[in-house]
């Protein structure tokens, strides 16, 4: 299985180096735009492989799309990145033209690919994605709820001591600092809700620290984050190519589910083979679903800005 991976900074990089790490796929393609940059982290992965065993042929071009050819999953992760005290919003002026003409060119290649969008504000760039390439909603998948989920149950294990993984929660709505929704209520530690062992305003802490997860991490590091990032892309990708039907939020298009339409919004999704195989309703309680019509509203006056981009 191919996977081409376009943007081969931080979050490609780190993208590329965990699906080869973990034998997700047979081949890694890293596109970068930054000529011999693509190449020098291809090389640089491929010489892990002896210490840490793995089998994936990882490679790198300086823009050339005809490398890319017949991929199975293409993740979008070009794009500049927010610097401390910025919004992932403010990123749409200079990310829109980028995600457009890199999602035109690979399915040049690939016409058949699953497309994962990374780049920031991502659920306007998974829009855009889908506006601007007319395909199918099933093969456009923005991926933020993965990360966000990720970061909850990290928020939640710290305020419980004990394990993430011992930990359950989903965030969905947008991939924003004040859009993004963490289902506390759900939230559970070994299928016990976390409720039974955290005060209210503990719960509520984690909360907001998970909203702000991103800027967190971009304020400590002068960019945005990148480990956790790039193995929520990989643990996607797995997902989609041993189609393993994960219940995964993704930020796909909506047609009447939750009330919303002609958005893509972080929403629960069964992610196989065939990219996005279902989307879940779930029953949110009233507060929740006045949070998601809010998140909606945001992400849809976002949207609005692509006019001049998808004319
Ligand atoms: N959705 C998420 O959860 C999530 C998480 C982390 C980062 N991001 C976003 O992902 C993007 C990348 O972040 P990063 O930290 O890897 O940034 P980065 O600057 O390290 O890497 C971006 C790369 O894109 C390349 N690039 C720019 N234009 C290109 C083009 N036209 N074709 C090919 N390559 C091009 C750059 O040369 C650079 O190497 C940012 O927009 C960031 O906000 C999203
Ligand atoms: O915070 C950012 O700008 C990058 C990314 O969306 C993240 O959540 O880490």
């Known amino acids: 299985m ?86 992932r919003e403010e990123l749409i002026g200079i990310n829109a033209g980028i995600v457009k003409s890199v999602a035109e060119n690979v399915l040049k290649y690939s016409p058949n690919t699953i497309v994962v969008v990374v780049s920031n504000p991502m659920d306007t760039m998974t829009y855009l994605t889908l506006k601007a390439t007319g395909l199918p909603k099933n093969r456009i998948i923005g991926m933020g709820g993965a990360l966000d989920s990720s970061r909850f149950r990290y928020y939640l294990s710290k305020a ?44 509520d802490k984690v909360a907001a620290d998970t909203m702000v997860g991103g800027a967190t991490l971009t304020g400590l590091l002068g960019t945005s984050a990148w480990y956790a990032p790039g193995a929520s892309v990989a643990y996607l990708v797995d997902s989609i190519l041993n ?22 919004l972080g929403v629960p999704c069964i992610i196989g083979k065939n990219g996005v195989e279902e989307i879940l309703s779930i029953n949110l309680d009233e507060k929740e679903k006045a949070l998601l019509a809010k998140s909606a509203d945001a992400v849809r006056n976002m949207n609005a800005d692509l006019k001049s981009v998808l004319a």
Not at 31 to 40: H, M, P, R, V
Not at 257 to 263: A, S
């Open 243 to 264: 189609d393993q039907k994960k219940m995964i939020a993704c930020s796909v298009f909506l047609e009447g589910e939750y009330g919303q339409n002609d958005i893509c």
């Open 2 to 87: 191919k996977v081409t991976i376009v943007g081969a900074g931080n979050v490609g990089a780190t993208c590329a180096d965990v699906i080869a790490y973990r034998g997700i796929a047979s081949e890694v393609v890293l596109l970068d735009i930054k000529e011999g940059f693509a190449e020098g982290k291809a090389m640089d992965i491929m010489q892990c492989a002896t210490n840490t065993g793995f089998n994936t042929k990882v490679s790198g071009v300086t823009n050339d799309y005809s490398k890319t050819v017949n991929s199975d999953v293409v993740v979008i992760t070009s794009g500049i990145p927010r610097k401390p005290g910025m919004t």
């Open 160 to 203: 419980l001591d004990k394990p993430s993984n011992d930990v359950s929660a989903m965030v969905i709505g947008g991939h924003g600092d004040t859009t993004m929704i963490p289902l506390t209520r759900l939230a559970s530690y070994n299928g016990i809700p976390v409720s039974e062992f955290l005060s209210q305003e503990a719960l």
